[in-house]
């Protein structure tokens, strides 16, 4: 069975039942919950949106009020069309084993394709094992795009940036959003202070905010969850009462700015300076792209239900509340003062304030959790260096925290707050950043229509022409404003994209490296069962990135020390590109040679979103597949022989569950039951060593009990781990730029980066690194 395809299959078979069947009831608490984990970014937008689209001189409030229903017009459709349609209506189906964004976008398009650049990437063998899990059987038809893709490398290779590219800006977004959304909710200050005063205070509250926000990031999301949805619900009833309240006392004929008529006399009457204010309005779909990202955290028909009944048609009479105000409204000395607050009722101004800035608050957490939920993807598979990963959720794996990205985001947001100072040059930064992320999301998404979906080429022709066509008039207005503070986003993007080029570049050359330099099997088998080396007791687990073949590190060992292990364990651990991999399909186990050599070859595989177990859970795991591989290979090949070859996938079976094996602890009390609670405050935290024994009632014969046996006497006496410490060097000849990204600047982010989550996780007494240097 192929790595990547068994992965997939669980993946699809376990994760796209995970919402199928579930009761109204629980579709509506799911909905609930999604307001303040998905739509607290989108719902801060009308703190900000008027004020951007009239910041500077592009459009000016004139009597006529062509320009602010010229502009709520565009607002309506713009959120009908992108977010509801797009988004809500569309895009959302697009999940990744119930998983979105644009990696999982970019993910779901390689596991269907043979354009994979990741090593242990998916293949489209994954789409037929998913039709057999499925219950659906034959072959697809191969599309004419489908073949050009998996023909031509440089597609695949532009394939992969142009995700890293709506990667990166979603990570600029992660430093823009905060911003934009607290700087925006302290902005009422103006007019709840005397003049001149909120000049001094604005600044200081804002990044006293944001670092509380950053600082507090560590407890996780789930320890205020609670907290979030009710924020939020008050949050849409209070504007859309206000904006109810407006349109009936100030222009109850608002409503009629809604016909598209209106953008046509808007753009007609202001002309470049009303294509220029684009880049404000098109913040009314900012959060959007976190919707679709924190899709893995909801179901697909809470979240439609949540926009749909309560989000959308707060934002509409919102902005039509605002648009009612201001269209009443001439005497205002500039269009800084177009505003959310100005809209406001003086006597609600300091509720709504605090209101607004805890709503600000919720909307920058989802985004920043978005943030890290994105980089542990680009991590996983290969894209990004190693960063620790905390989960600061037992139940829900998406809740994590990187403390290496978290204060670095902090450090960007005040950076930006602190160097910008107002709204106009922060909001022209992000929205340039949002809509790059939905031109990307709207070209992979069309791929996958004809790819995954298997619609016609005309149905994705069609979505990208419409879509795409009001996206990129939307960049435009948004690129012009360069010096005006939309560099910032670029800047971020090619500093995070050069990050990720440069270590996928390198972690591919390694990679390439150690499948040129393994050693033969053959070579191996003809040492004899003693391997031409002293065998001691215990197991040694040679951890490798190979799938077949042994690897360099273990031959470059031998021959310095010729010694090792009773039992060795090959151990690859790989991340396919699927959200998780179910834990009856995470090992694959093979024997290398006849079984008196007693070498074993283990896959284990992890989805980007899995949670890697500690060492003891781990080794408990380990060694309890082998012993059922042993087991269950006994039943059906009574010679003892499995020859390992090149294409380990044949030979290789997913163990489904382990041999059961009893556990002896001496740390325990023999008093204590094992099936009484004790409370874990009166247990002292020892490391406890555990000792397997094999249960008398297994039915296994006397050649399997023997190796059975072996396998569990080398667990109790002992395991080591023997990790590969290998150092990149460009070869002699090499081109100038390639010997500084290998010889620098690749082995800078390797000595400044975490290694392997499994490594982090092996006790550092049983472990030997063997160091080798890799000229690439």
């Known amino acids: 069975m192929d790595l990547e395809a068994a992965g997939g299959a669980a993946a699809a078979a376990g994760h796209g039942k995970r919402w199928r069947g579930e009761s109204w009831r629980a579709t509506l608490l799911l909905a609930y919950q999604s307001l303040g984990v998905v739509y607290g970014d989108v719902a801060t937008s009308p703190l900000y949106v008027y004020k951007s689209a009239f910041a500077g001189d592009d459009i000016q409030h004139s009597a006529g009020n062509e320009e602010i229903y010229g502009v709520l017009s565009f607002v309506f459709w713009t959120l009908t069309l992108i977010t509801l349609l797009k988004y809500v209506l569309i895009v959302l189906r697009a999940d990744d084993g119930g998983e979105g964004g644009t990696f999982a976008l970019y993910s779901l398009i390689c596991r269907h394709v043979r354009a994979g650049l990741l090593p242990g990437g998916g293949t489209r063998d994954e789409l037929m094992e998913e039709d057999k899990a499925m219950g659906r059987h034959g072959e697809r038809p191969v599309s004419r795009v489908r073949a050009v893709l998996e023909k031509y490398r440089v597609l695949q290779r532009l394939l992969l940036l142009f995700a890293l590219l709506g990667t990166c800006m979603v990570i600029g977004d992660g430093v823009l959003t905060p911003a934009v959304s607290v700087f925006s909710a302290v902005s009422g200050l103006e007019l709840s202070m005397e003049k001149e005063q909120h000049k001094y205070i604005e600044l200081p509250v804002a990044c006293a905010i944001l670092v509380c926000l950053f600082a507090l990031q560590h407890y996780g999301t789930h320890k205020v969850g ?22 009936i006392h100030w222009d109850h004929r608002v409503y009629r700015a809604l016909s598209p008529y209106y953008m046509y006399q808007f753009l007609k009457k202001t002309q470049t300076g009303g294509w220029m204010s684009l880049g404000g309005i098109l913040l009314c779909v900012t959060g959007s792209e976190a919707m679709y990202a924190d899709l893995g955290h909801f179901s697909q028909s809470s979240i439609q239900i949540a926009f749909i009944s309560v989000v959308y048609p707060a934002l509409v009479l919102a902005y039509m509340g605002q648009a009612a105000f201001i269209s009443q409204h001439h ?321 290789l079976s997913p163990v489904s569950t382990g041999i059961p094996l009893w556990e002896e602890d001496g740390d325990l009390d023999a008093s204590v039951s094992p099936h009484k609670e004790v409370d874990p405050q009166n247990i002292a935290p ?91």
């Not at 979030?228 to 206000?242: D, G, K, Q, R, T």
């Not at 996958?448 to 066509?469: D, E, H, M, Q, R």
């Not at 795991?621 to 006994?634: D, K, M």
């Open 226 to 247: 609670f907290l979030f949805a009710p924020i939020v619900c008050i949050w849409l009833l209070c504007i859309s009462a206000i904006g109810l309240y407006n349109i």
């Open 331 to 651: 005497n205002f000395e500039s269009s800084y003062h177009i505003g959310f607050y100005v809209s406001v009722p003086e006597s609600l101004r300091w509720p709504v304030l605090v209101i607004a800035i805890l709503a600000a608050v919720v909307g920058s957490q989802a985004i920043i959790t978005g943030t890290f939920s994105i980089i542990k993807q680009c991590s996983s598979l290969s894209c990004f260096p190693g960063v620790k990963i905390v989960h600061t959720s037992s139940t829900v794996h998406g809740q994590i925290y990187i403390p290496e990205i978290n204060w670095m985001l902090m450090v960007l947001c005040l950076a930006v707050t602190i160097g910008f100072r107002d709204t106009k040059h922060l909001a022209n930064a992000q929205g340039l950043a949002v809509i790059t992320v939905m031109l990307v999301t709207t070209c992979l998404m069309s791929l996958v229509i004809v790819l995954c979906w298997n619609k016609s080429i005309f149905l994705a022709l069609v979505f990208l022409l419409f879509f795409g066509t009001i996206e990129v008039l939307y960049f435009s207005a948004s690129l012009v404003k360069f010096h005006e503070g939309a560099w910032v986003p670029i800047t971020l993007s090619f500093i995070f994209m050069v990050v990720m080029c440069v270590w996928h570049y390198g972690t591919i050359k390694k990679y390439e490296f150690d499948v040129q330099n393994k050693v033969s099997v053959n070579w191996l088998l003809n040492l004899g069962p003693s391997l031409g080396i002293v065998r001691v007791r215990g197991i040694g687990l040679i951890h490798t990135e190979l799938m077949s073949g042994i690897p360099a590190i273990f031959s470059h060992f031998v021959t310095n020390l010729p010694a090792f292990h009773q039992v060795l364990v090959f151990l690859c651990v790989k991340s396919v590109p699927v959200p998780h991999v179910q834990p009856e399909e995470r090992f694959l186990v093979g024997r290398i040679g006849p079984k008196e050599y007693r070498l074993y070859r283990v896959i284990v595989r992890y989805g980007y979103r899995d949670v890697q177990k500690d060492d003891l859970e781990f080794e408990k795991e380990l060694v309890s597949n082998i012993a059922e591989f042993i087991r269950s290979i006994g039943e059906y090949d009574k010679n003892g022989f499995v020859e390992d070859t090149d294409k380990p996938s044949e030979k």
């Open 686 to 776: 020892k490391r406890k060593k555990a000792r397997f024994m094999i249960p008398k009632s297994a039915q296994v014969d006397s050649e399997v009990r023997r190796e059975l046996q072996e396998l569990m006497d080398a667990r109790e006496a002992g395991m080591s781990f023997i990790l590969g410490h290998s150092y990149m060097k460009a070869k002699s000849g090499s081109s100038f730029i390639k010997r500084i990204v290998i010889n620098f600047f690749y082995e800078f982010l390797r000595k400044n980066s975490r290694g392997p989550a499994y490594a982090a996780n092996i006790p550092h007494a049983s472990t030997l690194e063997v160091g080798m240097v890799y000229q690439v």
